[in-house]
């Protein structure tokens, strides 16, 4: 079964950090770029990030570029965003996902190139 299961949210201060994790099951991890999404309450779920499948390339949304970083483990089915210099518009339920199709651009920046998505984790940032 095809699974992503995120972990790691929590409460953090302004200009704070946290670290997402996101673990994947069910098909060949190192074959697929990875994406990282938000959807805040009321508004559209948000492309944050995304990974090659190699981990030698990223692509960010400019809302987060210079503050967020992602990393991949292959041999764990291991995906991180690390995130730093929170602020709270970054407050939102964070997703990880899966592309639909194996290899090709990092560009990966709408949602509908995914196709299997985890249930998602809450960051909260507040002083």
């Known amino acids: 079964q095809v699974q992503l299961v995120e972990s790691g949210g929590g409460l953090a201060q302004p200009a704070g950090s946290l670290r997402l994790s996101c673990a994947a099951t069910g098909f060949t991890f190192s074959n697929h770029v990875m994406g990282w999404f938000r959807q805040a309450p009321g508004k559209e779920r948000e492309f944050v990030g995304s990974?090659?499948?190699?981990?030698?390339?990223?692509y960010f949304a400019d809302s987060v570029k210079g503050r967020f970083t992602i990393s991949r483990e292959n041999a764990k089915n291991m995906m991180y965003l690390q995130m730093t210099s929170l602020k709270p518009e970054d407050t939102a339920l964070y997703y990880c996902?899966?592309?639909?199709?194996?290899?090709?651009?990092?560009?990966?920046?709408?949602?509908?190139?995914?196709?299997?998505w985890g249930q998602g984790t809450q960051v909260t940032v507040s002083s």
């Open positions: 990974i090659s499948w190699s981990g030698g390339s990223t």
């Open positions: 996902a899966k592309t639909r199709n194996r290899g090709g651009s990092v560009v990966k920046p709408f949602w509908s190139e995914y196709d299997v």
